[in-house]
């Protein structure tokens, strides 16, 4: 498909393979702050790169959350098994409506994770951290998948158990996630992927409309009893939303800042000491190597201009917010650097900004301050099993996820002395 944004014949390809997100970032934001970006499979989308364009954007009336809107829709170009269409199109849920829908479906969300109650899950998350690190192999000297054995549990078992999700079902829907967010997802295999996660999810709220729970799902279902019109599809949805959202950015989360100090000792250091606080690492994290690397998507209603470029009516905006985050307009020269003493608190917007900002975003913080700190006062000598440089991102455009985050857990045997 070749059809250029606002007549911009030459777009910024993002790589299916994500081999070079730095790279791929660096050129993202200089080409900004409105730069003509083409998705996999040639879809052609506007990307926001600098912080305040994006700030502005985000609350921008004109750009909405509704697919009837994108021209390249309604012309029939983007078609049904493209890798991309379960986040471009995913259904109807507080992350496809706007206004008044859009309060009336994240209402119900916001009320279940609002500060208060997030730290009501503290001691749960703690006891879930724990017993995830008593499973790790204190006495080994082989490289552990730290990612695969405790940063993606974590979450996963939070949100699963916030959303009433059977710990069955979650070995299943880790592979259908995978290929919900893979641009090398067979064309074949999307539409089925979409079918079978949704089926699972209308599955859950089934039964328990037949047999009640107080969770999250079940709260959304007497919702829907008591009044405020929820339909099943858009429960269903909303389910499948929380499921995704709720451990992605978490796993990201922990993984990159695991990854950034072990390959930073000085700074490393610092936290540990107590000198730098775990919860500034963490937002250096989120800024530096947010979770997110792009959002989709946005849809222009009208003339939107951003400079000296303009979305068209019709065309469409993603928020790539990996180049915001190295925006040195407002991070200043050293914004491509990792850097904890940065001055000042470290104002980032990886969790979105406006309406649509992320309503799981206390929580994930709270659990990667959790689980950070519990980590290395387990395992003091903590380190990377493979160059910095090895480690190597997954084919997914939207998420900065690695493959795995392969470490040493206990310090290196001492070699016996020769004659002893």
Known sequence: ????????ADPIRLDPLVGDLAGETAALGAAGPLAAVELPGG?????????????????DPRLVKDIEVWGAWQRGEIAPDWPLIGLANPGRSMLT??????????????????????????????????????????????PVDLKAEFAYPLPVYVVSELMGVEREQLP????????????QTPPAEVVATLTELNGLMAKTVAEKK??????????????????????????????????VAGHETTVSLIVNAVAALLARPEQLRLVLSGEVGWDVAVEETLRWATPTSHVLIRFATEDVPVGDKVIAKGEALIVSYAAIGWDERQYGPTAAEFDITRPGPIRHISFGHGPHVCPGAA???????????????????????????????????????MYELPVYLN????????GA
């Open 411 to 418: 310090p290196a045997p001492v070699a016996a002395s020769a």
């Open 43 to 59: 879809v052609p989308v506007w990307a926001v790169t600098h912080y305040a364009e994006a700030r502005s954007l985000l609350t």
């Open 210 to 243: 037949e047999a009640p729970t107080d969770d999250l799902t079940g709260a959304l279902i007497q919702a829907s009893e008591d009044g405020d019109r929820l339909t099943d599809e858009e429960i269903v949805n909303t389910l499948q939303l929380a499921m």
């Open 97 to 142: 409506v706007d206004g008044e829908e859009h309060r009336r479906l994240r209402s119900l969300v916001a009320q279940a994770l609002t500060p208060r109650r997030v730290e009501q899950l503290r001691e749960r998350i703690t006891e879930l951290t724990e017993n995830l690190l008593d499973k790790l192999p204190r006495d080994s000297f082989d």
């Open 363 to 401: 929580l994930s913080r709270l659990e990667a301050t959790i689980a950070l700190p519990a980590l290395f006062a387990r395992f003091p000598d903590l380190r990377l099993a493979v160059e910095p440089s090895e480690l190597r991102n997954k084919p997914v455009v939207t998420q900065n996820d």
């Open 172 to 183: 299943r829907l880790q592979v259908l996630f995978e290929k919900f967010f893979s641009t």
């Open 1 to 8: 498909m070749k059809c250029p944004v606002s007549g911009h």
